[in-house]
Structures are given as C-alpha cells and as structure tokens.
C-alpha cells in the first residue's frame, strides 16, 4: 500500500499578489524537492509548469495538494524534515489559521492516482467524524489494512 | 524514570565504557572495534568486551559490516561495528517528569496558535542562557546545551535534537521555538558575524549556522 495525502491552506490574499510572492517563489524549488525525495511516488499535476497552483471548484482562497508517498517516514522526512520545513514556520505570513484539520492522509493499492474529489470528501469525513482508517493524521496515525485497530498514537510519550 | 534506565546508566561507571560511549557517540556513524580501540587507547580486546556491554546495556547497537570495499575470497569476515542507539535514557533523582508536562504545554500552545509566543520566549531563554554560560563560543555553548555540534561545508550542524520527543509530536512549533532560541543564544553570545537557519534533515537537529552573508 502507499500512503497519500491532502494538504489545504486558505491564502490570506490572492496568490499573485505581493503578500503571497515569497511563497509562489519557493514553489519550484519545493516540488523539485518533492520529486526528488526518496519514497516520493507521485503529486497531482494538471500541466509541466513548475510554479503551477492546482485550480479547482472549492474556491480560489483555497490551495490543494495531493501526493502519494511509499511510506509515513517517507513523507514525514519531507514534510518536516527538508527545507519543505521552513516553508511551515511561515505559514503564518501566507495562510489563515483554520480550527479544523486541514491535512489528512489515507492509504491507497500501489498504483492507484486519487482524485481531488476522493482527497476531498476525506477531509470531510476527518472533520465531522475525526481520524480512522479511511482519514487519518501523523498524530493519530493509521497502519494500512488495520480496518477499526486503534491508531498508533505518537503522542503518548514512553 | 524507568529502571532499567538507571541500571543501562549504571553501566558507564567504568572509565573506559564511557570513553568508548562518547567516542562512539560523537562519530554519529558506524564504528569499528579497531577504530574505538585507538581512539580510547585501549587494546582491541578489552574495548570489544567493553563495546558488546553498552550493546547490552542498550546504549549502543552492534550491526556487522564490511569496512573495506574488497569482496570474494580474502576480503574477511564482516567486522562488527557499533553506532549510538535511538531510544533516550532519562535518569532523574528522585524521579521528575518534565517530558510530559511539556508535552501538554506544546498541545496548548498549538491550540492558541502561539507560536510567535513560543518563538519570542524561547529566543529570550537562548539569549539568557547564552549570556549565563562560562562558555564564550557558539561551539562551546552549542556542546554545553548537547547539540553535538560538527563543521560540515564551512556551516556548523547539529547531531542531536535535545527535544526530539517533542520535535516529532509538534514539530513546527518545536522546531520553529529551537531556531528562535538557537537566534538568542548568538545575540547573547554578541556572536554577530553569525546567522542561524533552518535547514532540517533525517535524524538531526533542524537549525544550521552560517558565517553572514556581508555581500548584499
């Protein structure tokens, strides 16, 4: 099984405005990281251009990524442990705070590419019925095939 | 504070296992028998027994090798080689737990968004502890705090996290707070041909020091 993910942020202005320059500059260096990140699989596209913003139906404030990695460690390393990092200490100059989850992760068959819509209505799920098998968070997390298993929750310390 | 924790730290009372710990330690990668046996100036033999006891004490872990590039016949046995082990070893006395208390107030932070709180607190708590120290340089201060600084393409990294337990439950905000606080020791130090950043990667520290760039 692979690992994929949602990620959703609401910008605080629009994305070619001058609020948002630094983060638009660090988007091709970013995906290149991404792509080239050991357990990387796959990211959604819909063109070649390295600076692309995935456009879709769930509003404009509204930026998505999806991604398929080979395992949590794989995108926990990139996530929190590349310069992907310092990108997240900023967060605050680019996206508003919001009081629901706003990344998610699930399993999927090696080899399926998932859908914005499917990212979606897991993210929902995760929202109004909280972290299980079908949606699920680093904090709360998961081990695939393991349908109603208690998470293996990283919090509780040793 | 579990028990076995005191007894794997009871291990180190002798002098040359700790010499052998620390050495090992610093490498941060694989050591070899011969390797550690030099360095602590001790035979081959005795640093073996004294290696495969941290081992079992759980301090380090064994692994075997090869350590040239030879193969087929003639190239030898594997050697048996050493490297720190993962898990943390707290001895407090009598017991204390700051690790969950501080698991809980990182929660909170969290949850009042405070990170610009926790970033301006925790360079203040650099910048104090810096100007407290007897150290006078970064390295030094770096080592004190148990950074395990090394010099790596002209930048100073770090080996260890000090707050990896917290670093993987929160780590933007654990990671965000120890770069603001790495920002204060420099200021308390007046170190300011400095600058520190982030530069994360697997299995260290998240921040990095770099001479200031004084072109632009």
Same mark, same amino acid.
């Given at each position: 099984?692979?690992?994929?993910?949602?990620?959703?942020?609401?910008?605080?202005?629009?994305?070619?405005?001058?609020?948002?320059?630094?983060?638009?500059?660090?988007?091709?260096?970013?995906?290149?990281?991404?792509?080239?990140?050991?357990?990387?699989?796959?990211?959604?596209?819909?063109?070649?251009?390295?600076?692309?913003?995935?456009?879709?139906?769930?509003?404009?404030?509204?930026?998505?990524?999806?991604?398929?990695?080979?395992?949590?460690?794989?995108?926990?390393?990139?996530?929190?442990?590349?310069?992907?990092?310092?990108?997240?200490?900023?967060?605050?100059?680019?996206?508003?705070?919001?009081?629901?989850?706003?990344?998610?992760?699930?399993?999927?068959?090696?080899?399926?590419?998932?859908?914005?819509?499917?990212?979606?209505?897991?993210?929902?799920?995760?929202?109004?019925?909280?972290?299980?098998?079908?949606?699920?968070?680093?904090?709360?997390?998961?081990?695939?095939?393991?349908?109603?298993?208690?998470?293996?929750?990283?919090?509780?310390?040793? | 504070?579990?028990?076995?924790?005191?007894?794997?730290?009871?291990?180190? %009372?002798?002098? *040359?296992? =700790?010499? /052998?710990?620390? &050495?090992?330690?610093?490498?941060?990668? @694989?050591? #070899?028998?011969? $390797? +550690?046996?030099? %360095?602590?100036? *001790?035979? =081959?033999? /005795?640093?073996? &027994?004294?290696?495969?006891?941290?081992? @079992?004490? #759980?301090?380090? $872990? +064994?692994?075997?090798?090869?350590?040239?590039? =030879?193969?087929?016949?003639?190239?030898?046995?594997?050697?048996?080689?050493?490297?720190?082990?993962?898990?943390?070893?707290?001895?407090?006395?009598?017991? =204390?737990?700051?690790?969950?208390?501080?698991?809980?107030?990182?929660?909170?932070?969290?949850?009042?968004?405070?990170?610009?709180?926790?970033?301006?607190?925790?360079?203040?708590?650099?910048?104090?502890?810096?100007?407290?120290?007897?150290?006078?340089?970064?390295?030094?201060?770096?080592?004190?705090?148990?950074?395990?600084?090394?010099?790596?393409?002209?930048?100073?990294?770090?080996?260890?996290?000090?707050?990896?337990?917290?670093?993987?439950?929160?780590?933007?905000?654990?990671?965000?707070?120890?770069?603001?606080?790495?920002?204060?020791?420099?200021?308390?130090?007046?170190?300011?041909?400095?600058?520190?950043?982030?530069?994360?990667?697997?299995?260290?520290?998240?921040?990095?020091?770099?001479?200031?760039?004084?072109?632009?």
């Amino acid at each position: 099984m692979h690992l994929a993910q949602l990620n959703v942020a609401h910008l605080i202005a629009p994305i070619d405005g001058p609020e948002l320059a630094d983060f638009v500059a660090a988007l091709e260096p970013i995906y290149a990281i991404a792509d080239s990140a050991p357990g990387f699989v796959w990211r959604m596209k819909q063109s070649d251009d390295p600076t692309e913003v995935i456009t879709h139906e769930y509003g404009d404030d509204l930026l998505v990524n999806v991604s398929v990695w080979e395992s949590r460690e794989a995108l926990w390393n990139f996530v929190y442990r590349s310069p992907h990092l310092e990108l997240l200490r900023r967060r605050r100059e680019w996206f508003l705070r919001t009081a629901v989850p706003y990344t998610l992760m699930w399993w999927v068959p090696e080899g399926h590419v998932p859908t914005l819509g499917e990212a979606m209505e897991r993210l929902e799920s995760l929202r109004t019925r909280g972290p299980g098998p079908e949606a699920f968070t680093f904090k709360e997390f998961y081990e695939p095939g393991a349908a109603g298993a208690s998470p293996s929750r990283a919090e509780i310390p040793q | 504070m579990k028990s076995d924790d005191l007894e794997s730290m009871s291990v180190l %009372a002798d002098p *040359v296992r =700790r010499d /052998l710990y620390r &050495f090992v330690a610093a490498q941060g990668r @694989d050591v #070899g028998r011969n $390797e +550690a046996a030099e %360095a602590t100036g *001790v035979q =081959r033999t /005795l640093a073996a &027994f004294h290696l495969d006891k941290l081992v @079992d004490a #759980g301090l380090l $872990e +064994a692994d075997f090798r090869r350590l040239n590039e =030879r193969r087929g016949p003639g190239s030898g046995r594997p050697a048996k080689v050493y490297r720190r082990s993962g898990p943390e070893r707290t001895v407090s006395l009598p017991p =204390r737990d700051y690790r969950t208390l501080a698991l809980v107030l990182a929660e909170v932070v969290d949850r009042l968004d405070g990170d610009s709180e926790g970033q301006d607190a925790a360079r203040r708590t650099g910048e104090r502890l810096a100007a407290a120290s007897e150290n006078t340089t970064l390295t030094d201060v770096l080592v004190e705090r148990g950074y395990e600084p090394y010099e790596e393409d002209g930048r100073i990294r770090l080996r260890n996290c000090p707050f990896h337990v917290l670093a993987e439950t929160h780590p933007v905000l654990v990671c965000s707070m120890n770069l603001a606080m790495c920002e204060g020791l420099l200021r308390g130090l007046g170190e300011d041909r400095l600058t520190a950043a982030l530069d994360a990667r697997p299995g260290e520290c998240c921040v990095v020091f770099a001479a200031k760039d004084v072109s632009g």
